[in-house]
């Protein structure tokens, strides 16, 4: 928008040809030193309407703010939302890395899990073997809480009952770990022969770890901050690693397909209908929870969103 600057003309000081007297001298004076004042005024009216005038008006500054805030307001949050999934891939390999060496720490003590003397109904030397590897602050069975969620939800958004990190019975154990994470446990056999196809990795099961990466903050959710990881005679796997979409189209027991199917990639993570079993794997392998915003991710083909 063009303004009409204001102008103050500044007529030059009228000198004595001769001066000769008083008067002379002091009506040269007066006229330069009005000369200049004026010339400071001119200075200043120019400053103030070329850099006040005609830099944006109120109108114009208000909308501008209002365009930055809508701006804002819609790429914020995703910028947000990828730094907390940064932040959860990073806790995520990290607690994969202590739980590995705590449970071949324990092996090497107590030795291998079928002798720990663990049962279906009672799992707490899953975790309680891990101590002197892991820094636990409390522990929790039986009526215990230690997670402030009543509920946790499922990739589909479906809730349940949070029985895993607030065990209700002695089948489950969980606790808490000093950097705030919160682990539960539970059995599936004592002697190890749960299976979820062939394998030694798939087919030497003793139970499960579920692992809430930022504790008590939400979403408490399945394949967002919350993971599973296989407990087996041979380490510890992440639930959805690759080895179990590639054993799915090998498997004929059905009850073994259905248990495998969710703890697939594709059908147990990468689905949005999913439980969000299947995701682990994922996570830990491509660094990224790209399947939280798009669904043409596969081991073999796209490995993080276009």
């Known amino acids: 928008m063009t303004r009409k600057m204001n102008i103050i003309t500044c007529p030059p000081p009228v000198k004595s040809a001769d001066r000769k007297s008083f008067q002379d001298f002091y009506t040269d004076f007066r006229g330069e030193f009005f000369n200049k004042i004026c010339l400071i005024k001119q200075k200043q009216l120019f400053f103030n309407e070329s850099f006040f005038k005609q830099a944006f008006t109120l109108a114009e500054v208000l909308i501008t703010l209002g365009v930055i805030g809508i701006v804002a307001s819609m790429t914020l949050p995703s910028l947000i939302q990828k730094q907390q999934e940064k932040a959860r891939v990073v806790a995520l390999k990290k607690f994969y890395s202590v739980i590995s060496q705590a449970y071949e720490f324990a092996v090497l003590e107590h030795g291998e899990p079928d002798v720990w003397g663990f049962s279906l109904n009672d799992s707490e ?10 820094k636990f602050i409390k522990f929790c069975k039986n009526g215990d809480k230690c997670h402030p969620a009543a509920k946790i939800a499922y990739r589909n958004g479906n809730r349940i009952n949070n029985n895993i990190f607030n065990p209700s019975n002695n089948t489950r154990y969980a606790a808490v770990l000093a950097d705030g994470m919160i682990i539960g446990t539970w059995v599936q056999s004592p002697d190890c022969k749960a299976s979820y196809g062939p394998g030694k990795h798939l087919s030497n099961v003793y139970g499960e770890y579920m692992i809430d990466i930022n504790g008590a903050k939400n979403p408490n959710r399945y394949g967002d901050d919350i993971f599973i990881f296989n407990i087996t005679k041979y380490g510890i ?43 682990a794997g994922w996570v830990l392998q491509n660094e990224n929870m790209d399947y939280l915003h798009c669904t043409n991710l596969s081991w073999n083909g796209n490995n993080k969103c276009k």
């Open 125 to 134: 030397l899953l975790l309680s073997n891990l101590k002197s590897q892991m």
């Open 237 to 279: 796997v992440p639930v959805g690693a690759q080895i179990f979409d590639n054993v799915y189209e090998q498997n004929e027991d059905e009850n073994t397909r259905f248990n495998t199917k969710n703890y697939r990639f594709d059908t147990g993570c990468l689905d949005k209908n999913a439980y969000g079993f299947g995701c």
